[in-house]
């Protein structure tokens, strides 16, 4: 009973490397999320996809990019890091409108 | 900044009651969640309550909405050691689920 699982858990890149970030879920939930963590900031939305096939901006999409392979996983990518987006990403997944969403535990990643 | 504000500690004794608060701005949100996160851990969906309703309790937890102040908290009775997190309001202000977080609640259990 996995629920949402994300790889890596942790990562370190460098200044201008890119990356991607797999999410994927198990419980055949339409719509999934991603989320970055800071600080005394709570969890911001970078992307969502409220379907397969649908991507959508969320509050903080610059320098990220987003693809929904299919109903189970969503990938983010980041295609040149900077360090500004050293944070924890979270992705979830939710049923569809107005329904709970479930969290991954997180990638924790750092961009020296 | 955040819509959703909420205080940024509490120090509680265990065995005591612990009352966290939250103010949203969208009146037409049509749900407000409370998760709670773990050290290092994702966050957990610990109850949610639908804006037609005043409260809901589910075991140790009972959620109390104000629509009218637009104001909602979370008690958490008997509250033990392993209460000991960080908490997070959310409401749901559109119909595309996309959810508005504050800033979180950490929540210190006291022997």
């Known amino acids: 009973n996995a629920g949402v699982t994300q790889t890596p858990k942790f990562q370190v890149l460098k200044t201008g490397q890119s990356m991607t970030l797999q999410c994927a879920q198990d419980?055949?939930?339409?719509?999934m999320y991603w989320y970055r963590q800071d600080p005394g900031m709570g969890l911001r939305l970078i992307y969502y996809?409220?379907?397969?096939?649908?991507?959508d901006k969320g509050e903080v999409p610059n320098g990220y990019n987003v693809s929904r392979l299919n109903k189970r996983e969503f990938s983010l990518r980041l295609e040149s890091a900077a360090p500004s987006q050293t944070s924890v990403y979270f992705c979830a997944s939710s049923a569809g409108n107005n329904q709970p969403q479930h969290f991954g535990d997180g990638t924790r990643l750092s961009i020296l | 900044g955040e819509d959703v504000e909420q205080s940024l500690f509490l120090s509680v004794r265990e065995g005591d009651s612990s009352v966290i608060n939250c103010t949203y701005t969208d009146s037409s949100s049509t749900y407000l969640y409370w998760y709670k996160q773990e050290p290092g851990a994702g966050l957990q969906l610990l109850t949610y309550i639908f804006s037609n309703m005043d409260m809901k309790q589910d075991q140790r937890l009972t959620v109390l909405l104000n629509k009218k102040d637009k104001h909602l908290s979370l008690r958490i009775a008997d509250t033990q050691t392993g209460d000991s997190a960080i908490y997070f309001c959310?409401?749901?202000?559109?119909?595309?689920?996309?959810?508005?977080f504050g800033a979180g609640t950490q929540v210190v259990v006291t022997p």
């Open positions: 996809s409220a379907s397969e096939g649908t991507t």
């Open positions: 959310a409401e749901m202000p559109d119909s595309w689920g996309k959810l508005q």
């Open positions: 419980m055949n939930h339409n719509s």
